[in-house]
């Protein structure tokens, strides 16, 4: 079992950054693969970014990978999603997942959510024009 628990968001101007944190705790970090997913009001959730087990593979959303970056810090049971030049559409509740059975994350799995074991609660990004 592991517990997940974002922070970060907050409401941003659009041009503007945030960089989202996910905490985990329970069994060892390292061992599950993470994701992020947003869900914006009245859309389904979707898909953001994926990073391996080391972090040392990533994967993203085609409309986010130039402006996201994930990564992770297993000595601290961490998984950051740096949001930068933020736009009105990307206004959604911000979640993050663990999997354990995703390996290298690949357009295939990454996105599926049905690949991750475990979700947080979610955090609200607000992006005002």
């Known amino acids: 079992q592991v517990q997940l628990v974002e922070s970060g968001g907050g409401l941003v101007q659009a041009g503007g950054s945030l960089r989202l944190s996910c905490a985990a705790s329970?069994?060892?970090?390292?061992?599950?693969?993470m994701g992020w997913f947003r869900q914006a009001p009245g859309k389904d959730r979707e898909f953001v970014a994926a990073?391996?087990?080391?972090?040392?593979?990533?994967y993203y959303a085609d409309s986010m990978k130039a402006r996201f970056t994930i990564s992770r810090d297993n000595a601290k049971n961490t998984v950051y999603l740096q949001m930068n030049s933020l736009k009105p559409e990307d206004t959604a509740v911000y979640y993050c997942?663990?999997?354990?059975?995703?390996?290298?994350?690949?357009?295939?799995?990454?996105?599926?959510?049905?690949?991750?074991?475990?979700w947080g609660q979610g955090t609200q990004v607000i992006v005002s024009s």
């Open positions: 997942a663990a999997s354990v059975g995703i390996g290298v994350p690949s357009p295939g799995i990454a996105p599926d959510e049905r690949r991750y074991d475990y």
């Open positions: 329970g069994r060892t970090f390292s061992s599950y693969a």
């Open positions: 990073i391996s087990r080391s972090g040392g593979s990533t």
